[in-house]
């Protein structure tokens, strides 16, 4: 008996050639429990107000914010993420509504913890950019800079009356150097030990935050840009130096953000770190899938859930993304396979 040389032994196709295979050597999977939902408040009451920029995206008053904490749990989704759309009075040039005990970020906060308690994660940002006339993340010096140590005492101010409101997981996204120490500090002088920090560790000077800014309320508002704190986009070693630093600062896991632009950073830093790396998929992304599927140049539901896995695959814990309801309804009801 002669052997034909012409097939191939090892045929990799075997394993993919029905449903049942492809699952049995699926490497990564994706589950509700990966999603971090992050919802837009407003004031009022009863309010649902539509993000243009964002579709399907709204901002909700506080009432109706708890609601969706318990839409998140009840499709398995175990932390939602928080940001205010603080109104256009509130807003100053020193961000002090941000040291508001009773702002509309502690107010949501507070309402989702007394309506839900460990039921769920509650994730609050620290920046000072909803809070501030002129947009920027900090307080600005007489040139224009955004200064870092100033900015400092206020956000260890503001994480901490997040923390007294209720949250798990405090976010900065300020970039200030230090923040992670000085945050960690002050929580645990206030006793605050099980609270958790964030670090949005690698956070770049992203085109694709255009849709949050609006819906925010400080894309009007923003004059110039965030270059002299957030990262440049060419830089890869810098944001090992960055999530390092943030790490031996306290911080209990770390974000890259934007998402898919920079899956190579999020790659290195599991690599490199072994700690938990989340990934901040964000308003442009979701923003950009959700006008190509308009446009016809995919499918919606398809574009999601690739995009969500390559989070997976890179070696993300988990993925901050508009899309997390849908997404965590499309695991339950859908053929994902
Ligand atoms: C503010 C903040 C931003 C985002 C999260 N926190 C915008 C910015 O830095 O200008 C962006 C999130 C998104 O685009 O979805 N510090």
Redesign the pocket.
Known sequence: MTQNHAFPRTRLRRSRATSWTRALVRENVLTPSDLIW?LFIAEGHGIEDPVAALPGVSRWSVDLIVERAKEARELGIQCVAL?PNTPPEKRSDDGAEALNIDNLMCRATKAIKDAMGDDIGVLT?V?L?PYTAHGQ?GLLDANGYVDNDRTLDMLTKQALNQANAGADIIAP??MMDGRVGAIRDTLELANHHVVQIMA?SA?YASA??G???DAVG?GDTLKGD?KSY?MDPANSDEAIREIAMDIAEGADSVMV??GLAYLDIIYRAKAEFNVPVFA?Q???E?ALVEAGAAAGVGDRDALMMEKLIAFKRAGCSGILT?FAADAARLLRDGDTA
């Open positions: 992050p940001f940002d920046a950019d993340d996204s300020d949005y956070k694709f935050y849709p949050f800014r400080s965030k957030q953000k934007p901040y964000v308003s442009g979701y508009y």
